[in-house]
């Protein structure tokens, strides 16, 4: 069955704008099947590590829940270690993959030090990795 939309947690792509409504359309189109951030990003902002079988409700730049997606798949690892088929997932290659993400979480390195009280921390390509691989299993008429 089904879960009700309005009550599963949120699948959000950054901010409201350009860039969320091109990963929702990505998504609803299926050429997004995946999403990779890093672990102490998941212990910064208190989301829980996704779950295989975990249903979530993709959320566009209105706020509007307009899917229901599915964790088929989760796997922690390195950036290092990302292989070509977990990064096609989001991204047409893996060095496309290595620098869209390295950029994004270079933004995140002043809240990350901040939340584990390292000034010193950097980020490297050790870092553990959390990527879930998705897929869309309900959009309603909206």
Known sequence: ??????TLPPLVFG???????????????????GSSNLRVAYE??????????????LVDSANTRVAVVEVLEVREHTAADTTLELAQHESPTLENWQTVHRDYWETLVPAIRKHLDDPDWVLTD???????VFRVVHAPVI
Request: hydrophobic share 45%; charged share 25%; glycine share 8%.
């Open 15 to 33: 901010e409201p704008g350009e860039f969320r409504e091109l990963m929702v359309a990505l998504v609803m189109s299926g050429d997004k099947t």
């Open 44 to 57: 910064l902002t208190g989301e829980p590590l996704p779950v295989v079988g975990t249903e979530y409700a």
């Open 126 to 132: 050790a870092e553990p990795v959390i990527s879930k």
């Open 1 to 6: 069955m089904l879960a009700d939309i309005d």
